[in-house]
Structures are given as structure tokens and as C-alpha cells.
């Protein structure tokens, strides 16, 4: 008797490869039971290994197959990625590092161009006095030199009260 | 870390790593083992076999490295260099003839026997049952015999079997039904003798 689609169904489930056959089939159970038991009977057979020899043998000739320069262990792909983010980070840190050690180096000076003084000339001509600052340091200069005009030293008791405005201290001899 | 068969494979050609091959070919040692025992029924062949295996896949893997690591089944790849190793082998010892699907329909010897008393077989030990069962296997047809070890040994699936056998689905299904009914019977037939013969 040929075999049924219930014994295909059955197999398949028995295997993994298929969903639950109806057992309620006539005759279905008893299928199920049978097979079943062969199947676990295959399933305890020793499993078959093969000899070390040939195992040395194969792996000798896959060591010999390979390329004298490709002898390297593999660098696995999650491995090579946290490598590539340490280099990263490590760069990083480093070009970091020498931006601050180098704004600490120059912070207490100025820079050159700052501490350059602006020379300007001795005598500017009027109509070069066009910039604001430059008429005012004309100015300042101007003010400065007349400041400096003192008249000539005279003693004050020679000033008079009315005109002085103020206290004169008392000299030995005066009398208030 | 439970490494892919095609991690393993690109390990080992792209950058050597023999480690990864020792992985590879311990992972899948006793399904192709297995396989090649059942087919040819010597260890000592099955081991030559086996090796010539490994040697022939060694050498395709580094002439041919794009063909089969983009299919991510390198374990289909090697049972097909293994059943051709074995069928090269079968062949050579006339021990190989290949079945018409239409002799499926026929009624094998075994077939006809009476399948009465399935309970004689819970009476013997399990390891004994395990040995009769081997032998039971021997005896099957050659392709039938070709399912269940690929089946069971090398645990492919009947999708897989079609493919590596060049056939349908239906037809590696029929032959593994086929086979199992026939292996129930002759376990059956072979425990009734063995009970008439057994010395009391």
C-alpha cells in the first residue's frame, strides 16, 4: 500500500517542516505513533565521526592553501569598528589637547599686532586731519602744549588776598 | 559568539585565519561523515572519502571565491562535493544504480511481507534495536537511502535534498515516506526471524 498524504503530513511535523496534521484522520494516530517511534529511533543513532588522521590532513591542506602574506588572524567587523572609534576619540582628544595648551601659551600676551603702537607722523598736514582719531590726538597734542605755557614763577605773598581768594599762611612776625 | 558559516568561510580565505576553518569543518564533521558512512557503509572509505571532501572543497574555495560565499549555504555546497565524491565512489564498485522515479510506484520484496505484530519491536534492548535498525537502513534502495541519511545525517531539509538530488520536492518526500514504511516493515520482519531463530 502506497504511502498516504497523512504520513507525508505527518513527516513534515515530525521534521519540523510543517504544522500539526489532523490526528483525528482515521487511521492518523496510529501513523503518527509509528513513525514517530522510528523517528526516534534514527535520532539515537551514534552520531559518525571521522578520523583524526583525516582530520590533520585537511587542515594541513587548507594551512597549505593559504597565502604566505594573508597568515594573519582576522580582525572581526565589531572589532575593527571599536578600534576605528578609539583612533577617533584618541585624535580627538589630542588635537584638543594642543588647542588648549596652546590658548594657555598665549593668553598673557598680546598679540603683536595689539601691542604694536600706532606711529604717526609728527606734523600731519590740515587736510590730512580727516580721521576722527586722528584729530583728536592733534587735539590732545595741541591742548597738552598749551597746558605746558606756565607763566613765570612769582612768590605768594606777592599775590594779593582780594585776588588770590584764599588763605595766606602766617609768616613769623605777622600779626592777624 | 556563534560565528555564521560565511563569517567563518571569509575569515579564512580573506585573511587566512585557520582557526575559523577548524570551526567550520568541526561544526559540520559528523553530518557529512554521517552521510558518506551511510552511503558507502566503510569507515575507512567514508573517511578517504570524507577527506577527498575537505581537499576538493579547499581547492574550489580558493579558485572560486565569489560562488558559493555569497549564498550563505556552504554546508549545501560541501554535501554536494561529498555526494559526488560518494556517488564517483559507488559507481567505481558498481554499487549504484539509479532509480527510476516510476520504479517508486513498483512494490518493493518487503513490501509484500505482512506487517503484523509491530509491538515484537519494543521487545528487544534499544541498542540492539538501534544496530538492527543500521542494518535495516543498508538494505534500503540506494536513493531511498539517500534521503534518510541526508535527512537525518546531514539534517537538510526535503527543499534542500530536492535541490542537491535534482528533484522535486514531492518526489524527495515520496522516497523518505517510502523509506520510513519500509524500514518499520523490514524492522518488523527482521525481529520475528531473529525471535524463531533465537536460542531459547
Known amino acids: 500500500m502506497p504511502p498516504t498524504d497523512t504520513e507525508r503530513d505527518i513527516l513534515l511535523y515530525l521534521y519540523g517542516e510543517g504544522p500539526k496534521p489532523d490526528l483525528y484522520a482515521p487511521g492518523a494516530r496510529d501513523a503518527y505513533e509509528d513513525l514517530a517511534d522510528l523517528k526516534d529511533l534514527l535520532d539515537e543513532r551514534p552520531a559518525s565521526q571521522p578520523s583524526q588522521a583525516a582530520l590533520t590532513s585537511i587542515f594541513e591542506a587548507a594551512e597549505a592553501a593559504t597565502p604566505a602574506l594573508q597568515h594573519r588572524p582576522a580582525v572581526p567587523p565589531a572589532r575593527r569598528l571599536r578600534l576605528a572609534r578609539r583612533v577617533g576619540l584618541a585624535a580627538a582628544l589630542a588635537v584638543c589637547g594642543g588647542v588648549g595648551y596652546w590658548l594657555a601659551a598665549s593668553g598673557g600676551e598680546e598679540p603683536a599686532y595689539v601691542a604694536q603702537e600706532e606711529v604717526l607722523p609728527a606734523e600731519l598736514p590740515a587736510w590730512d586731519a580727516g580721521d576722527d582719531l586722528r584729530a583728536m590726538h592733534l587735539r590732545a597734542a595741541e591742548l597738552q602744549g598749551g597746558m605746558m605755557d606756565w607763566e613765570e614763577a612769582v612768590p605768594l605773598e606777592s599775590i594779593p588776598l582780594d585776588e588770590a581768594g584764599g588763605e595766606v599762611p602766617l609768616q613769623a612776625g605777622m600779626e592777624w | ?200
Open chain 2, 1 to 200: 559568539m556563534h560565528a555564521s558559516d560565511a563569517t567563518l568561510v571569509t575569515a579564512y580565505l580573506e585573511h587566512g585565519d585557520q582557526a575559523a576553518f577548524r570551526t567550520l569543518v568541526e561544526r559540520h564533521q559528523e553530518r557529512i561523515h554521517g552521510y558518506l558512512l551511510g552511503m558507502v557503509r566503510e569507515p575507512a572509505v567514508a573517511d578517504d572519502l570524507f577527506q577527498e571532501t575537505f581537499l576538493r572543497a579547499i581547492r574550489a574555495m580558493h579558485a572560486q571565491r565569489g560562488s558559493y560565499a555569497h549564498q550563505g549555504r556552504w554546508l549545501q555546497w560541501v554535501m554536494r562535493i561529498a555526494r559526488n565524491a560518494a556517488l564517483d565512489h559507488l559507481r567505481r564498485q558498481k554499487r549504484w544504480r539509479t532509480v527510476e522515479s516510476a520504479d517508486e510506484d513498483r512494490e518493493p520484496v518487503w513490501e509484500r511481507l505482512p506487517d503484523t505484530e509491530p509491538d515484537a519491536v519494543t521487545h528487544i534492548d534499544r541498542k540492539q534495536q538501534i544496530e538492527l535498525l543500521n542494518r535495516c537502513i543498508n538494505r534500503l534502495p540506494p536513493e531511498q537511502r539517500e534521503v534518510v541519511l541526508l535527512r537525518q545525517e546531514a539534517e537538510l531539509t526535503f527543499r534542500e535534498i530536492a535541490e542537491l538530488t535534482d528533484c522535486s520536492i514531492n518526489t524527495a518526500l515520496g522516497r523518505m515516506r517510502y523509506a520510513v514504511n519500509n524500514l518499520r516493515k523490514m524492522m518488523v520482519v527482521a525481529k520475528k526471524n531473529d525471535a524463531e531463530y533465537a536460542p531459547y
